[in-house]
């Protein structure tokens, strides 16, 4: 079987001990969770927690069957990475010099990331993009003295279709 990924995105009511009463449901059954990220919606009295998971189908599936029995939950919405627009927000501090300076710059322009913070010796990066682009920031930067990696997780919505 092949693993799939598979992004979760589940209205919640907005109490405390929901998110420890759904984070419960995948320790308990084994369940992985790639990313996990929370956020109140434009309703206050609702959250939406975006997760994205990997593993086989039937895994998949009994996740949303197991999400949606739980009496917090006001409606979940499944789909696949590429049935959505997502992105993620990175920050990475990076140790720089002189002749690191113009290289880290110009990752920065290639991909589109902001310079938001500097010293003498330290740069933090920001950039909101796709996962995959925030990894290969990572990467980029990897070789040139990485200091510190913060990055919220997955936030995704379905796609719009044409008939919307």
């Excluded at 598979?6 to 990313?35: H, P, Q, T, W």
């Excluded at 189908?57 to 499944?78: A, C, P, R």
């Excluded at 990897?142 to 796609?159: D, F, H, M, N």
Aim: glycine share 4%; net charge neutral; aromatic share 4%.
């Amino acid at each position: 079987m092949v693993d799939m990924k598979r992004l979760y995105s589940v209205l919640v009511e907005n109490r405390s001990g929901v998110l420890s009463k759904v984070a419960g449901l995948f320790s308990r059954r084994m369940f992985n969770i790639d990313s996990l990220a929370v956020g109140e919606t434009d309703d206050p009295k609702v959250s939406c927690i975006t997760i994205v998971s990997s593993g086989e189908q039937g895994t998949l599936e009994q996740i949303e069957k197991q999400l949606n029995k739980k009496i917090d939950v006001i409606k979940i919405k499944t789909f696949m990475e590429e049935e959505s627009v997502s992105r993620e927000l990175i920050l990475v501090k990076v140790k720089y010099n002189k002749s690191t300076r113009k290289e880290i710059m110009e990752i920065c322009d290639i991909l589109n990331a902001s310079i938001v913070d500097m010293s003498k010796t330290l740069l933090t990066i920001q950039l909101c993009d796709t996962p995959e682009r925030t990894n290969l920031l990572i990467q980029m930067l990897a070789s040139i003295s990485i200091v510190e990696v913060a990055r919220t997780g997955t936030l995704a919505l379905q796609k719009c279709s044409l008939s919307d």
